[in-house]
Structures are given as C-alpha cells and as structure tokens.
C-alpha cells in the first residue's frame, strides 16, 4: 500500500486553476463575468473543492474578484494592474536573463532560435495561441539556466494578467511583441553578452508597460 499516496487533492485543485486561468486569458470567461464554482465545477468535471481553492488563487493573482455573500467575477483590464504586472514581471526576466547568459551552451541559444522562428511564423499566420507559447519557449530557456525558482514563480504570477492585453491587441491587429527584438537578445546570449541581452530584454518588457498605457 505504500504506492498509494493522497495526491489527487493537489493534482485537481492545479487543474482546476489552470483551466479557468487560460479560459480568462483567452478571453473565454470575459472581463465582468460572474464565474460560479457549481457550474465550472460541472463543467471541468470536479468536485466544487478544487474549483473553490482555484477561486482563491485567481483572486489573490488578480484574474478574479470576489465580494462575500455576493458574486466572484473577472476582473475588468486594467491599464495600472498591467503596468505594474509588467513592471515585475520584466524585473524577474532582467534577473535571470543576468544570471543565465553567462551559463548558456550552444544548444540553449538555438532553442531560443527555433522558438522565435515559431514565434514569427505564428504571428504570421495570425495564431496568436502558438505566438504566445513560442514567446515562453524562449525566455524559458533563460528562466531554466538561471535556476532562480523565485523569479520564475514570480513572473508566472503575474505573467497572466500581461497576456490578456496582448491576447485582446493581437486579435485586433496588433504584434504581440518583436521578433526583430527576440533576434537582438539571441545574439547578445549567443555573444556572451549579459550588459546587451539585458537591454533587450527591459526594452521588451517596457514595451509591454507602454502597450497598457495605450490601452
């Protein structure tokens, strides 16, 4: 009996949150939409526990708003709540990409390349699904060379509350973000130059701030 071990709690309650997660960022629970545990429990197939928990969660990330006795809803887009989520979130990248260019090997920088090729084709071809987990592919690999588990927690927090304003602009019309600037911080890792890449990457995440002031 030793294999058996009480696991399914965690594993459904991070399901649970996932899952509503994404449908808010894409947009499929809209900004003001008043979310119920007993429907999205039936709808994910769960109980109402885990969904409950992934309520909790969302509200203290900022996905969701709660008023006791009353309603849980999605929180409306916010320009500051954008600003400031990329404030942090940049700070996290300028952190790890600082720590993470001098560890790099040759097969680091050229997943960084195929995940921008991804990225650009994406962005192409109007995926903006596929654009959005090319952009993590790559700055993921900074995010595992640096081995910082805080900054990597941290910018996934916030991360959320970003990709729902470029989700929205990429539908309109938009870039989400530069594949001409992913080229600038590829060759600056594959250089070897921490000073430049960066750069680059507060450059990045200051666009980000500027597309929520715009909004």
């Known amino acids: 009996m030793e294999a058996i071990r ?27 939409a008043v ?14 526990a885990p969904v409950r928990e992934a309520f909790t969660r969302l509200v203290d990330e900022g996905l969701l708003e709660s008023k006791p006795q009353s309603y ?5 887009l916010v320009a500051a709540d954008v600003r400031d989520a ?17 560890r790099l090997f040759a097969a680091d920088v050229e997943s960084m390349r195929t995940a921008n090729e991804r990225f650009a084709a994406a962005v192409t071809a109007g995926d903006v699904d596929s654009a959005l987990r090319a952009d993590d592919d790559l700055h993921d690999v900074l995010v595992r060379v640096s081995g910082n588990r805080a ?21 309109e019309g938009g870039n989400c973000r530069s594949a001409g600037l992913h080229d600038r911080l590829i060759e600056a ?16 995440w200051r666009g980000l701030a500027e597309l929520a002031d715009s909004d």
Do not use: N
Request: charged share 30%; proline share 5%; net charge positive.
């Open 6 to 32: 009480p696991v399914g709690r965690t594993l459904l309650r991070d399901r649970a949150y996932e899952a509503i997660r994404d449908a808010i960022v894409a947009g499929e629970i809209e900004p003001g």
């Open 35 to 48: 979310v119920r545990d007993a429907e999205l429990a039936e709808r994910l197939g769960l109980s109402r």
């Open 72 to 76: 849980t809803r999605v929180t409306p």
């Open 86 to 102: 990329a404030a942090v979130v940049g700070a996290m990248h300028e952190l790890v990409t600082r720590v993470a260019v001098p």
């Open 151 to 171: 900054a990597a927690a941290t910018a996934a927090r916030y991360t959320p509350l970003i990709r729902r304003l470029e989700r929205r602009r990429f539908g």
């Open 189 to 204: 890792c594959a250089a070897g130059d921490v000073d430049a890449a960066v750069r680059v990457t507060a450059e990045i």
